[in-house]
């Protein structure tokens, strides 16, 4: 008897009914800190290009802590080495909720935005590469134009009012979350420049001490934890590896699988990643990124100041590979995908909408800014030059984006409204009952054969 042949993976298609639920609440607290992060870069390119300029620069480069415990950090190093651990704890919990749970955990699902995720890494960083060979820059900064922020694409997604379908909105969060993850290993491996040893021993011991509280143990009171984690992130930054690392080891620490009928343990509606995400999110959506761009976007936006980024090799490489290798890189590894696995274009898109989808993927603020900061920190002037090139090139890439797709978003109306019809009032979308209804019959169909 022939085997059926198996079924391909949609790209772009209608994910899960539950991921469809985790999606929509996510991307509506993103949605919020994506704007108030588009305000908050906006405040600090006025600020700082104003005649308080200077007030500006005194507050971010005020320094305050402890000396002897290698904390007398300034404000702007306290929102990026600090802070921004925040935004960093909630991608680690994302990232290990989509290892195990989410669209990463199949390796057919998980082929498109991952191959999509790392050509939009790789292509970037070689435009770059090949702008400073060119041009006798410096390499350091190879990684700056790597990285996507999904809050800053939201928020300009919620400006112009588009109505994007829950397949183009999971693989864009997919490939934020893989980006993000390239972003860590690449901050962690490649921008640590001296260790301490004993305080990375006493952080991986911290670490060890908060999987055992929560994993053995079962502890689950905030007041263990935030102390716990302000220690390991003190003994992190202390040990030369960017602090921020701190935050996505004690993310991923966290258990995304709910107890149900364990030995020993009793019932639970939701995992504590999940209960902790919907805490921790809105501070970091809402608090830690805005504050950090209020203090990492402030550069220098005169016609002078301009053209001398525009001179730069490092910045040219930047804005090309943020406006030109992330769309190039998304939307041909996506393609080669699709090529060359099973995987198909879903059948209400077009290879139009992947190539608004890499428009989105070139906005790399967050990561970008602060990768900037950290390859360039003996070189202030360079670095000033990049971040300018960071907020031009994904300035350029939002407003590409905002126009392909807002002449598309007629048909993204329809497919939304589609998605969400609830003519029943059951609280369950009726293209969900069809698509089980569906399945149903296809799984009957063989039995009524034999029969």
Known sequence: ???????????????????????????????????????????????????????????????????????????????????????????????????????????????????????????????????????????????????????????????????????????????????????????????????????????????????????????RGWYVYVPLGLVIWALMHASGVHATIAGVAMGMLLRVKPHQGSAGWADEKESPAERIEHQVRPLSAGFAVPVFALFAAGVGVSADALGETFRQPEALGVMLGLFVGKIAGVFGGTYLAARFTRAQLSDELEWADVAGVSMLAGIGFTVSLLVGELAFVDDPAVAEHVKAAVLVGSLASALVACIFLRARNAKYRRLWEEENRDDDHDNVPDIYQRRAEAARRDAAAPADREG
């Not at 292509?123 to 999904?150: E, R």
């Open 1 to 219: 008897m022939s085997q059926a042949p198996k079924e391909r993976t949609s790209l772009f298609g209608l994910p899960s009914f539950q991921e469809r639920r985790f999606l929509l609440e996510a991307l509506r607290t993103e949605t919020v800190g994506g704007m108030l992060l588009l305000a908050a870069a906006v405040v600090a390119l006025v600020w700082a290009n104003s005649p308080w300029g200077d007030v500006y620069e005194s507050v971010r480069d005020f320094h305050f802590g402890i000396d002897s415990l290698h904390l007398d950090l300034s404000v702007g190093h306290w929102a990026s080495d600090g802070i921004l651990t925040i935004f960093f704890f909630v991608a680690g919990i994302e990232l290990k909720r989509e290892l195990l749970l989410g669209e990463l955990r199949r390796p057919a699902a998980a082929a498109l935005p991952v191959v999509a995720a790392v050509c939009g890494m790789v292509v970037p960083a070689l435009f770059y590469v090949a702008v400073n060979a060119a041009g006798g820059g410096q390499m350091d900064g190879w990684a700056v134009p790597m990285a996507t922020d999904i809050a800053f694409a939201l928020g300009v997604l919620a400006v112009i009012g588009t109505n994007l379908p829950s397949g183009i909105r999971a693989f864009l969060l997919t490939l934020a979350i893989v980006d993000d993850l390239g972003a860590i290993v690449v901050i962690a491996v490649f921008y640590t420049s001296t260790l301490n040893l004993p305080a990375l021993a006493g952080a991986v011991a911290g670490l060890v001490v908060f999987g055992l509280l929560h994993h053995k143990f079962q502890v």
